[in-house]
């Protein structure tokens, strides 16, 4: 397989006949405040692993760093639960000590000068129930005044984007679009008037069947208090394995098919998205399959405006869609060849000044000294297929390895 920087020559060099572009928005998941979280939208705070090390988690602050400086990313989405901020109690305010532990990594990722996400982890849901629409769940108004408060703490910050909830799924669409309108009137009532907001739909906010679901129509009534759809932009996810569940270090599915023609729908539709999330794994198949995903995602920048790999932060290097890079004994940051191949390789083609700067900088990966966490637990698509999560009972081995350093 090319290096990276010999798929970069290659393609510049042979001159394909479509314009490459760039996302406008590149980054990663900084994970770690969703662990414990399963796809019924409840939460085990007991295994959360908060990527700053003041907080006992990872660095995800050096990470960001080096995803900024070394890899030139501008964007990281910081999924949290919406029982955390709350600190469990529907409907109420956000909790002054764990919003304040969230809000550190928020600042923190300002502090970088990137674009940072709020993602609220919660797959459409508070304890198995569907926001708006099982009885005794949050209410569409309950749901709206989270969305308010923060968007009241984050109205004069440019940089923020507003990630109404992390792959919906097992609901009626169009009852959903009508609970992400609820929180989008929030958020520009708020005071948040042009920051970016991302709408999901459901099937976990599937890109290759965004369109079948039913999503992409239904979400087209969602709109800003003026009527547009400015800055409104479509939050969809994907992974290659066998059951897109983003567990198996194997790749099957070849998405590119279906990233083309959700590019075709936007295009005539005149919308826009971003992969909130995709991953893969690290053998030769998820290399070949990832890589020629992002490469469609690219050459599809008009309508893909952003990409956010899944995921590092408090993930273990050995988990199995670890993007976490590995830090040297020097504090020299390395990413795996996944990131380098498959994630930076596509998105710095059309610009050989950053691929020049990033190859300067590249070499072999060091033995890692940074530690993290691995999860799972189990989701279920619309069709009743058995899919499984990235989070869960794995976590506590990523804490034990944390304690053994600091010990």
């Known amino acids: 397989m090319p290096t990276m920087i010999s798929r970069v020559l ?28 399963a796809t019924n939208g409840s939460c085990d705070f007991s295994t959360m692993l908060p990527p700053l090390t003041k907080l006992g988690g990872s660095d995800g602050a050096a990470q960001m760093q080096h995803f900024l400086d070394d890899d030139q990313m501008n964007t990281f989405r910081l999924p949290v639960p919406w029982q955390y901020l709350t600190a469990n109690v529907m409907g109420g305010d956000l909790d002054p000590t764990n919003f304040g532990k969230y809000d550190q990594l928020m600042q923190t990722c300002l502090n970088t000068t990137a674009y940072c996400i709020i993602d609220l982890h919660n797959y459409g849901r508070w304890n198995d129930l569907v926001i708006g629409q099982s009885a005794g769940a949050p209410t569409n108004d309950q749901f709206a005044a989270l969305w308010a408060a923060l968007a009241t703490k984050y109205k004069d910050e440019p940089k923020v984007i507003f990630g109404i909830m992390n792959e919906p799924h097992d609901l009626d669409i169009v009852e959903w679009a009508a609970t992400v309108q609820a929180a989008v009137t929030a958020i520009r009532k708020a005071g948040a008037t042009t920051q970016m907001i991302l709408l999901p739909g459901t099937n976990f906010s599937c890109a290759v069947t965004f369109i079948t679901t039913g999503s992409a129509a239904a979400l087209m009534s969602v709109v800003n208090l003026d009527g547009t759809t400015t800055n409104l932009v479509y939050d969809v996810h994907q992974y290659l394995d066998f059951d897109n569940s983003g567990t198996h270090s194997t790749c099957s599915v070849n998405t590119t098919a279906g990233f083309a023609e959700l590019a075709s729908w936007l295009r005539n539709n005149t919308r826009q998205a971003v992969v909130g999330e995709t991953g893969a794994g690290s053998d030769s198949s998820c290399l070949e399959y990832f890589c020629a995903q992002n490469t469609v995602i690219q050459e599809n920048s008009d309508v893909f405006i952003g990409f956010f790999g899944w995921a590092a932060g408090s993930f273990a290097t050995d988990y199995v869609l670890s993007m976490t890079p590995s830090r040297a004994t020097n504090g020299k940051w390395t990413d795996n060849t996944l990131v380098s191949e498959c994630v930076i390789a596509p998105w710095l083609v059309n610009n050989t000044a950053a691929a020049a700067k990033y190859s300067s900088a590249l070499t072999a990966i060091p033995t890692a000294t940074s530690s993290g966490a691995s999860s799972t637990s189990t989701k279920k698509g619309d069709a009743g297929s058995v899919r499984v999560a990235r989070r869960g009972i794995e976590v506590v081995v990523g804490i034990t390895v944390i304690f053994n350093v600091i010990i």
């Open 10 to 37: 290659l393609i510049v060099l042979c001159g394909v006949s479509a314009v490459l572009g760039q996302s406008q928005y590149m980054g990663m998941n900084i994970a770690g405040f969703d662990f414990g979280c």
